[in-house]
């Protein structure tokens, strides 16, 4: 019997390798057209305007810091920890596809629709995994407007994607082992009280009219998601923090975000007479401009005497046995959808 033909498309935003502006300009306007568009009212003419502003900005302020983006690098390194892991897979699920894994962005190349559109006629089935654990809107909604775009009602026969990362037990157990491993007890733990700041992308709470936001933001889930962390760290006997707080990195525009910012985290630690804290941005599965520039920023500046950044799970061996164990019962599952129709039209058939 023939194999069929799967792909595994490992996606995330994208952020710019080489930092110029012929790179950043594109990337600029694809964020401001896909996510600033969802949440204000934005002009076709303002959107160039907008984009370039910010694509300015954003190289002036890195190039004066001399940083440059490490999300793609991460991405393809963890790409290669799960194909690796998948090769090695004595999944029964193997016998009857081939499997090839790829790496997609939403915002530089390869762009997501661009791979979609190349598997969609040379491949029975693909699996999408967006490389951020909470759903929303702005994450991996971007990923299924893509799908739906371009496997319009062939989506639910040969497209599968990733999701409800954020409440599997073991993501947590990973998370907290991580965590643990790379504290800097020698170091950390000369403060009197110590904090942890856990850092997540912020989420719209009302529109500028006062309103629940029309799109889905994942605010609930976010909560929860910090809640069952902060409870799997409190209770376990390794912990060394006194207090643990939500730091959320929000935008400006759309209305009002998320309270529990890592300012508000920070300050709210220094004001308590705490003199040590740790951040780790557990809300995103790989480093980017937002966390070890923008939080690591704010942690540095921050008059709290002893503090240590500690980096996203990134290529952590764990978290890609993780992932591709998810990933193979995605494949799995996807088959047995696929046989199951392949059953259905034969008897229809048959029948006629």
């Given at each position: ?33 896909v996510?600033?568009?969802q ?14 502003y ?10 004066l ?30 016998s ?6 790829k ?64 409440q ?53 889930e ?23 707080r ?8 759309g ?20 003199d ?19 939080a ?25 046995g993780w ?25 229809k058939?048959?029948?006629?």
């Amino acid at each position: 019997m023939k194999k069929k033909k799967y792909a595994v498309v490992i996606a995330t935003y994208g952020e710019v390798e080489k930092l110029t502006l012929r790179n950043l300009w594109p990337s600029s306007r694809r964020i401001v057209k896909v996510i600033t568009r969802q949440i204000v009212k934005v002009p076709k003419l303002l959107i160039y305007f907008i984009a370039d502003y910010r694509s300015t900005r954003h190289y002036i302020d890195w190039r004066l810091h001399n940083y440059e983006s490490t999300l793609v690098e991460t991405n393809r390194i963890q790409t290669g920890l799960i194909a690796s892991r998948l090769r090695k897979s004595d999944h029964p699920v193997f016998s009857s596809v081939d499997v090839e894994i790829k790496e997609a962005y939403y915002f530089v190349p390869p762009y997501l629709e661009d791979t979609l559109e190349e598997l969609r006629e040379t491949y029975d089935g693909v699996v999408v995994v967006p490389m951020i654990p909470v759903e929303s809107a702005f994450s991996c909604g971007v990923a299924c407007q893509m799908i739906s775009d371009v496997y319009a009602d062939k989506r639910f026969e040969k497209v599968r994607v990733l999701n409800k990362l954020w409440q599997d037990p073991e993501l947590h157990r990973i998370y907290i082992d991580y965590l643990f491993q790379r504290v800097d007890r020698g170091y950390i733990l000369k403060g009197s009280k110590t904090g942890l700041v856990l850092v997540i992308h912020g989420t719209l709470v009302r529109d500028r009219a006062g309103n629940p936001p029309r799109v889905f933001t994942g605010l609930d889930e976010t909560s929860a998601f910090f809640e069952a962390i902060k409870k799997r760290i409190t209770s376990d006997p390794r912990n060394v923090f006194h207090e643990i707080r939500q730091g959320c990195m929000n935008h400006s525009a759309g209305g009002q975000w998320t309270d529990d910012t890592i300012e508000k985290a920070l300050e709210e630690f220094r004001a308590d007479g705490y003199d040590s804290v740790v951040m780790f941005p557990y809300g995103f599965f790989a480093d980017n401009s937002e966390t070890e520039y923008e939080a690591q920023t704010l942690l540095d500046k921050s008059s709290i005497p002893y503090k240590q950044y500690i980096r996203c799970i990134n290529g952590s061996p764990d978290f890609a046995g993780w992932l591709s164990g998810r990933i193979v019962a995605e494949l799995n599952t996807l088959n047995n959808l696929q046989n199951t129709f392949e059953s259905l039209e034969c008897c229809k058939t048959n029948a006629s």
